[in-house]
């Protein structure tokens, strides 16, 4: 992927009072599948419609390959869009509803009647062409508005939350038929999402929105294993978010003090100061073994108790109380039977822990943290 091919500078937009998009800044490298991820409200669908040009951006620059075309009109973008719901032609077949882009730039008919060709074979829609939307199913229809989109080669292919109407099986095979898709044809994707998972299977990179802001951008893995706030921490999967105190003792380690616990780090572990702290802890980053017979204090282990048991088909969440908090803990299915009421040891994964300050500031990373308990 070459760099440089969308840039977003400052891009702001207000509604009255409403802050929909602050100050939000972005490069997008050619080639690249780009989520915007947040939840309703976060400023994701308002951003797109700022790429498209259905919007204008109250402040800031939109440029494509060092062009600016930030009051550059939709039609002179060259971007493909796929609408929520899909947008298709109810009166117009799938073929005549993938020609429409094509009719609209006055192309040659043979150059249309073989791009139609071309994108419907992409797309795995060959003998649906003469059907209205209305008699193909959910999927099929997603497929017509994706080969649609795609029909006079975009430079650009803009996506807001295409899979949100299927059910979850038919959402599965759509992700990989997305990614398929998106690795054959080359062309920028910029997608829209609140759905978690989907961001994580689709994604290069993810920006996560949040009130109109960028909290963090950046690799799925990146992400998921060292979010850069507290919201990130909690949007994105099921973290354990554990409210700890940070201090430093007189060997120069890092502590991290919670529920009379005691977590420390080898110096140089990360910028953290002392003071209060949040411990991310991921349920499928901790160990659980039960207590058993008179088992005591352990070096190496937090004690708590099970509270509830979920299954889920290939894991189990497993919800353990430790004072005054609970923690969730993900098993795989074949993990030895735990319920309710059991007293059990957690093991946290030192390679797993991530730490950020209470007040926002740059996190740390505890990729040597050993647990040790205090009496």
């Known amino acids: 992927m070459s760099s440089n091919f969308l840039t977003l500078d400052g891009i702001s937009k207000r509604y009255g009072e409403l802050h929909a998009l602050e100050s939000i800044s972005l490069d997008v490298a050619a080639g690249e599948f780009l989520t915007l991820l947040g939840p309703s409200g976060s400023g994701k669908s308002t951003l797109l419609a700022v790429l498209a040009g259905f919007t204008e951006p109250d402040r800031g620059c939109l440029s494509l390959n060092g062009d600016d075309i930030t009051r550059r009109p939709p039609e002179a973008r060259r971007f493909g869009v796929v609408p929520q719901g899909y947008g298709l032609f109810p009166h117009l077949t799938a073929y005549e509803n993938i020609a429409f882009p094509l009719r609209v730039r006055r192309t040659l008919r043979t150059r249309i009647d073989n791009r139609v060709q071309e994108v419907m074979e992409l797309l795995q829609i060959e003998g649906l062409g003469n059907r209205l939307p209305m008699h193909l199913s959910g999927g099929q229809q997603q497929r017509v508005a994706l080969a649609r989109a795609l029909s006079f080669e975009p430079n650009l292919l803009l996506l807001d939350e295409p899979m949100s109407a299927l059910d979850a099986s038919l959402r599965r095979d759509l992700q990989a038929e997305l990614v398929r898709l998106h690795r054959q044809v080359g062309t920028t994707f910029i997608h829209v999402t609140h759905d978690q998972q989907e961001a ?176």
């Open 200 to 375: 994580l299977a689709l994604s290069d990179r993810i920006v996560v929105l949040n009130q109109g802001r960028a909290e963090q951008i950046g690799s799925p893995r990146a992400i998921y294993d060292r979010p850069a706030s507290r919201f990130v921490a909690s949007f994105l999967g099921k973290n354990n978010l554990l409210d700890a105190i940070a201090q430093v003792g007189a060997d120069g380690r890092l502590q991290f003090h919670w529920h009379g616990h005691r977590i420390a780090a080898r110096p140089g572990a990360g910028p953290l100061t002392a003071g209060p702290c949040v411990l991310v802890v991921r349920p499928e980053a901790i160990l659980l073994d039960p207590v058993r017979g008179g088992a005591s204090h352990s070096d190496e282990r937090v004690r708590g108790k099970v509270v509830s048991r979920s299954f889920l088909g290939a894991s189990t969440d497993i919800i353990v109380a430790v004072g005054d908090d609970t923690l969730m803990v993900t098993l795989p299915a074949a993990a030895p039977p735990i319920a309710p009421g059991d007293d059990v040891w957690l093991t946290l994964d030192s390679e797993r822990l991530w730490c950020l300050p209470s007040g926002g500031a740059a996190p740390c990373e505890l990729s040597s943290v050993s647990s040790e308990l205090a009496a």
